[in-house]
């Protein structure tokens, strides 16, 4: 069973258009991470919660923010989509931080395309 | 500031023959790395977990080595299968708190049958 849900799996948005893209787990993990994918190139972190704390990657556009209602929700909203920001959003959990040495598990990612 | 390179980018082989795909990292101050697959269009599925301290870990056909102090890490897929198919990535995780995640670029890897 999959324990990293994202959805929607695809998303068609118009230019300026606010999209919001969500995940939920049934890990009980304290950590979520959200990264961007493009075409052909490796994932890069735009943020993570621990617990209710938010840490922004320095070079995350403003345009990108998120939020944690609870343990299992986070969502992704990117206020003002632009062209460059069609990519693949996965959504990752982990149980404590890197120092507690543990596997970080992802969702199955969320395409956005922007018209 | 930690950069992740997966030599080579691609790599073809006939069905049966083993798979050898190299990460390395430029800063050896990490927690762990991680092995994923990546499928066409799919999220990560982890494979393999080495912690620093660690030299390697086995799964069934697969076999991650870790040299922390030379920045290197190997995994090997032996006898490989058409299902085997796929995009290989590595990464590190570090920073003050563990929470950085580092990914390579990936090596793209097709098993003929």
Redesign the interface.
């Known amino acids: 069973d999959a324990m990293v849900i994202q959805n929607p799996r695809y998303q068609v948005t118009q230019f300026g258009k606010p999209v919001t893209l969500s995940c939920s787990q049934t890990l009980n993990h304290n950590v979520m991470y959200w990264y961007q994918q493009k075409s052909s190139q490796a994932p890069k972190l735009l943020f993570h919660y621990y617990d209710k704390d938010f840490n922004n990657e320095a070079d995350t556009p403003d345009n990108f923010q998120s939020r944690r209602p609870n343990t299992s929700f986070c969502f992704l909203d990117i206020r003002s989509p632009g062209l460059g920001d069609a990519a693949m959003y996965l959504c990752a959990t982990s149980r404590g931080t890197g120092t507690s040495g543990n596997t970080i598990y992802f969702g199955e990612g969320s395409w956005l395309t922007v018209v | 500031k930690q950069e992740?390179t997966q030599i080579p980018a691609a790599l073809s082989v006939p069905e049966g023959e083993n798979l050898v795909l190299n990460c390395s990292f430029t800063d050896s101050a990490i927690?762990?790395l991680?092995w994923?697959r990546q499928d066409p269009?799919?999220?990560?599925?982890?494979l393999l977990?080495i912690?620093?301290s660690q030299r390697e870990q086995t799964s069934g056909r697969l076999n991650a080595s870790l040299d922390k102090s030379s920045g290197r890490s190997t995994l090997y897929i032996a006898a490989s299968q058409p299902g085997d198919s796929a995009t290989y990535?590595c990464?590190v995780?570090?920073?003050a708190?563990?929470?950085?995640?580092?990914?390579?670029?990936?090596t793209r890897v097709l098993v003929k049958p």
């Open positions: 992740v927690y762990n991680q994923f269009g799919k999220g990560l599925t982890s977990l912690q620093s990535l990464a995780r570090h920073g708190a563990g929470n950085k995640l580092t990914f390579g670029g990936g």
